[in-house]
């Protein structure tokens, strides 16, 4: 399968630990995305690479969240100190570089996660 | 924030019928996404409309753009019920970097 993967797919943890949650996109895909998704909501943009440079970071992304792409291939999205309001689905999506149909997002199934 | 909002925000339609769902946006764009997501996964891409059409078919698809009025519409005929799903409007900003911004989602259920 050569479509985005996401690990894990689900994550419990106790509020104040730290998680990181990995995305391996579509190989040719340079740019690559995390979202953030609570129940009933649309995905929210948290932040956004082109190759290994992270080119812009929402400001909903508070100093707790950091996020990696090494070598411009796989992701990881770290929060540290996790709190209960942290708990949503982490979504990753790529995506080519180009005019139009080569923009479109190809989505990862997401990393649902609980903070309890 | 949200850079739409999607109309209805829920719609329960018996299968055969047809499923219309607006989204309105904020900004200029370049072109206009829709995608459907099933419960519990990630979001699917379903079509792109570009600034410049008005109106694009795909399949039992179909979607339409009013740039005057900053909306889209999507049409779905002869809905089925495995259509069941959310369906969310998404469109990249135009300026400095490229993100997609979505809107808020109607959640269509298909009765069978």
């Known amino acids: 399968d050569t479509g985005v993967s996401q690990n894990p797919r689900h994550k419990i943890t106790k509020r104040g630990q730290n998680v990181t949650f990995r995305c391996d996109p579509i190989s040719e895909h340079n740019r690559l995305y995390w979202y953030r998704q609570t129940l009933g909501q649309g995905p929210e943009f948290l932040t956004y690479f082109q190759n290994e440079a992270q080119l812009e970071k929402s400001r909903l992304l508070s100093d707790r969240f950091s996020a990696e792409r090494p070598k411009g291939s796989f992701s990881t999205l770290e929060i540290q100190r996790t709190e209960q309001g942290d708990s949503a689905m982490y979504l990753c999506a790529s995506s080519l570089e180009g005019e139009g149909a080569r923009e479109k997002l190809f989505f990862g199934s997401g990393t649902q996660l609980s903070v309890l | 924030s949200q850079q739409g909002e999607e109309d209805p925000q829920a719609l329960s339609i018996q299968e055969g019928e047809n499923a219309t769902m607006n989204c309105s946006y904020k900004?200029?764009?370049?072109?206009l996404q829709w995608y459907r997501q099933n419960s519990g996964r990630g979001l699917v891409h379903l079509i792109l409309?570009?600034?410049?059409?008005r109106e694009k078919h795909s399949g039992r698809l179909r979607v339409t753009l009013d740039t005057s009025k900053k909306s889209s519409s999507l049409l779905i005929t002869a809905s089925r019920a495995a259509d069941t799903a959310s369906y969310f409007c998404a469109t990249p900003t135009t300026s400095g970097t490229y993100k997609y911004i979505f809107g808020t989602g109607t959640r269509l259920k298909v009765l069978a």
């Open positions: 409309i570009r600034s410049n059409e």
């Open positions: 900004t200029s764009i370049n072109n």
